[in-house]
């Protein structure tokens, strides 16, 4: 069954380092997002992505943060100057249509110190 | 700002009975509604949706239940297993969130089902 990926499944980084998320979505799937949850709290919105652009970005999605599909396989998060409160785990998901269910990856848990 | 809520933090049901889990939305411009599946360290996983136009649907032993008026959505599970011990967690989308439609999640209810 197609499933989306995401690498690494754990990232320990330093304050102010950057980080870059990898995902690979679902090969026919042409929406794609990205989404935390930071511990014991909900899985909140950041980016949504579709045409080769963002689509939908919540305020959580400062300056910091950048997307990219590189390659057309792959689908990238990058935080630029990592803080503290940016530790959560990062979920990318993918979907066929706008209006439909999303796919999720197994996470990545980004931890700074 | 909850425009999707699940109140019950946590549900425990006996094996073999059902589990009815809840969720209330404000947003009015919401019209599309699941239910996710979360394991500890993975993912969630979708587990069924629902349209606005429609006020139930059913998967296996997965039924979704739509109250527009009311706001109100809920999930049944019948019979509940002990391998549906999970959290599981409502989301919604609606129009206005540009054509990708990102889902706007509840806090998630914890679901143990007792052998």
């Known amino acids: 069954e197609p499933e989306v990926t995401q690498t690494p499944s754990h990232q320990v980084t330093q304050m102010g380092q950057e980080v870059i998320l990898r995902c690979v979505p679902i090969?026919?799937?042409?929406?794609f997002y990205w989404y935390r949850q930071i511990l014991g709290q909900k899985v909140e919105f950041l980016v949504s992505?579709?045409?080769?652009?963002?689509?939908?970005k919540s305020e959580i999605f400062d300056d910091q943060f950048s997307v990219e599909r590189p390659d057309g396989s792959n689908f990238t998060l990058k935080i630029r100057s990592t803080k503290l409160e940016d530790s959560a785990m990062y979920f990318c998901a993918s979907s066929a249509r706008g209006v439909s269910e999303a796919f999720f990856g197994q996470g990545t848990r980004l931890t700074v110190v | 700002d909850q425009q999707v809520k699940q109140n019950s933090p946590s549900l425990s049901v006996q094996e073999g009975r059902i589990s009815i889990l809840n969720c209330d939305y404000t947003?009015?411009?919401?019209?599309?509604f699941l239910w996710y599946k979360k394991y500890p360290a993975e993912g969630p996983t979708f587990l069924i949706s629902?349209?606005?136009?429609?006020d139930k649907n059913e998967d296996g032993r997965f039924t979704v239940f739509l109250n527009k008026s009311a706001k109100h959505l809920s999930l049944h599970i019948v019979p509940s297993q002990p391998g549906d011990s999970a959290v599981y967690f409502c989301?919604?989308?609606?129009?206005?969130?540009?054509?990708?439609?990102?889902?706007?999640f509840g806090s998630g209810t914890q679901l143990t089902v007792l052998p």
């Open positions: 629902i349209s606005s136009i429609k």
């Open positions: 992505f579709y045409n080769n652009e963002i689509s939908e």
């Open positions: 947003n009015s411009m919401f019209d599309y």
């Open positions: 090969s026919n799937h042409l929406y």
């Open positions: 989301a919604a989308s609606g129009r206005g969130s540009g054509s990708a439609r990102q889902l706007t």
